[in-house]
C-alpha cells in the first residue's frame, strides 16, 4: 500500500504564480525529505524536516511539517522555470531507509 | 566536496545477460543505498551498505546483489536481466547507518531489450 501520498501529481502553473505540494502519511512522520529531480536524472536534497511545526526554506521554497507529523506542505512563491521538475518526498522508514511518494511533476509556463 | 559519481549513466543489455553498475559516494560518507526507479513502481530501495556489509535490504529478488569496497564505492549487480528490470538505478550516500539525509548520484538508466 502507498504509505506517501503526494498531490497533486501534475501541476501547470504560470511563472511568477505561487503554488503548493502536499505530501500525507499514514503513519506519523519522524523524519520528512524532499527533494526535486530532473526528469531521468538523480534527486537533489531541498530540505529534512523532524519536528513537528518545523519550517524550513530554501531560496523560494519553504516546507512545513504539520503539528500531528502527518503531512508536509512544500510552497513555491513567485514560481520561476528553473523550478520546473519533479519534487519527491521521502519518510524515514527504518531498516528500508527511505520511502517516497510518487512524486508532483511541476511545470511552470512563460 | 564531488558529489556521488554512477557510471555508466547509460547501459543497454540483453535479456538473460547480467550488469554491473557502479557508485563512489561523497568523500566521508560510509553508508551507501541503491534504489530503482520507474514509472510504474516509482522509487524503491534495494539495499544499503556500510562497512563493506549489506545492512539492509528492500524487497527485491536475489539476482539483484551487490557489494561494498574498503573505501565506501559500491558495486550493484543484476543476473539474469528481465525486460522489467529496465529502469533509473540512484546511488545515494549518507554519513553513517543511522543517516537518513541522503544525497543522490545523477543515476544509471538501464535498458533490457
Given at each position: ?101 510518487q512524486g ?7 | ?35 530503482q526507479q520507474t514509472p510504474g513502481q516509482g522509487l524503491q ?39 522489467g528490470?529496465s529502469a ?26
Amino acid at each position: 500500500s502507498q504509505e506517501l501520498e503526494q498531490s497533486p501529481q501534475s501541476l501547470i502553473v504560470q511563472e511568477g504564480k505561487n503554488l503548493t505540494i502536499n505530501c500525507t502519511s499514514s503513519k506519523t512522520l519522524y523524519g520528512l525529505y524532499w527533494y526535486k529531480q530532473k526528469y531521468g536524472e538523480g534527486l537533489i536534497f531541498l530540505m529534512m524536516l523532524q519536528k513537528g511545526g518545523e519550517e524550513k526554506s530554501h531560496e523560494k521554497i519553504t516546507a512545513k511539517l504539520d503539528e500531528k507529523k502527518q503531512q508536509s506542505s512544500l510552497h513555491i512563491t513567485a514560481s520561476q522555470p528553473s523550478h520546473a521538475g519533479i519534487f519527491l518526498c521521502g519518510a524515514e522508514k527504518g531498516a528500508q531507509k527511505l520511502v517516497f511518494g510518487q512524486g508532483t511533476r511541476l511545470t511552470i509556463n512563460p | 566536496k564531488a558529489g556521488v559519481t554512477q557510471t555508466p549513466r547509460y547501459l543497454i543489455k540483453t535479456r538473460g545477460q547480467q550488469v554491473t553498475l557502479s557508485c563512489s559516494p561523497i568523500s566521508g560518507h560510509r553508508s551507501v543505498s541503491w534504489y530503482q526507479q520507474t514509472p510504474g513502481q516509482g522509487l524503491q530501495f534495494l539495499f544499503e551498505y556500510f562497512s563493506e556489509t549489506q545492512r539492509n535490504k528492500g524487497n527485491f529478488p536475489g539476482r539483484f546483489s551487490g557489494r561494498q569496497f574498503s573505501n565506501s564505492r559500491s558495486e550493484m549487480n543484476v543476473s539474469t536481466l528481465e525486460l522489467g528490470d529496465s529502469a533509473l538505478y540512484l546511488c545515494a550516500s549518507s554519513l553513517g547507518l543511522s543517516t537518513y539525509e541522503q544525497y543522490f548520484g545523477p543515476g544509471t538508466r538501464l535498458t533490457v531489450t
